[in-house]
């Protein structure tokens, strides 16, 4: 079968914004100061000039996650990551099976997926700073609250998530645009 651009293009588009987004709710370069940095899942201690001497905790349960908030923002996050990975695999899953199966069975569902990965990936990025407000953080950025990152830099890691939301978005509508583009080529060829 023959992939059309806008579909090579959402595949694409689709995997590399899942791997993207995993990675950076694996860095632990959420907050940080000079020398402890934390995330959604990691919190790193040891001077940030020097990434091979630091020590990295991971967090493997919601019971090692310090503050309630920071439990409800992983949950979301991680939910909205499984979301896009799933309509990414459908995507890609798209383009070994027949053209008439495309909209009904794999091309709205993987739509509904990445909308719903979006979504929930945007409450998770608002709700993450509300763990400012916790001791943890209190200890490390000193007089922080919730949106106010006191002592700590706000890292590269949570604008990364931010930024692949932000494409993600788009990632539906290319869905669509493929959707019409697959319909115009059925119907031109029964004609």
């Known amino acids: 079968m023959m992939v059309s651009c806008m579909g090579s293009l959402w595949v694409i588009l689709s995997l590399i914004l899942t791997l993207i987004s995993g990675f950076s709710l694996m860095s632990s370069a959420w907050y940080k100061t000079d020398t402890i940095s934390f995330g959604v899942f990691v919190h ?4 940030k000039n020097m990434p091979c001497n630091q020590t990295c905790i991971y967090y493997r349960t919601l019971e090692e996650i310090p503050d309630i908030f920071g439990k409800i923002a992983a949950v979301l996050l991680f939910g909205g990551w499984l979301l896009l990975s799933f309509g990414a ?4 899953s798209w383009t ?6 495309c909209q009904r069975r ?18 998770g990025l608002l709700v993450f700073p509300f763990n400012l407000h916790s001791e943890f953080a ?3 950025c000193g007089s922080s609250f919730i949106y106010k990152s006191g002592d700590c830099c706000l890292g590269w890691g949570y604008m990364m998530a931010i930024v692949t939301v932000m494409l993600s978005c788009f990632l539906p509508f290319i869905g669509r645009y493929n959707l019409n583009e697959i319909k115009t080529k059925i119907l031109l060829s029964k004609m």
């Open 96 to 101: 070994i099976i027949p053209v008439g199966l």
């Open 138 to 140: 209190r200890q490390i």
């Open 89 to 92: 695999v459908l995507v890609l």
């Open 106 to 123: 794999v091309c709205t569902p993987a739509r509904y997926a990445q909308i719903s990965a979006v979504v929930v990936t945007v409450l």
């Open 44 to 47: 790193c201690i040891g001077p």
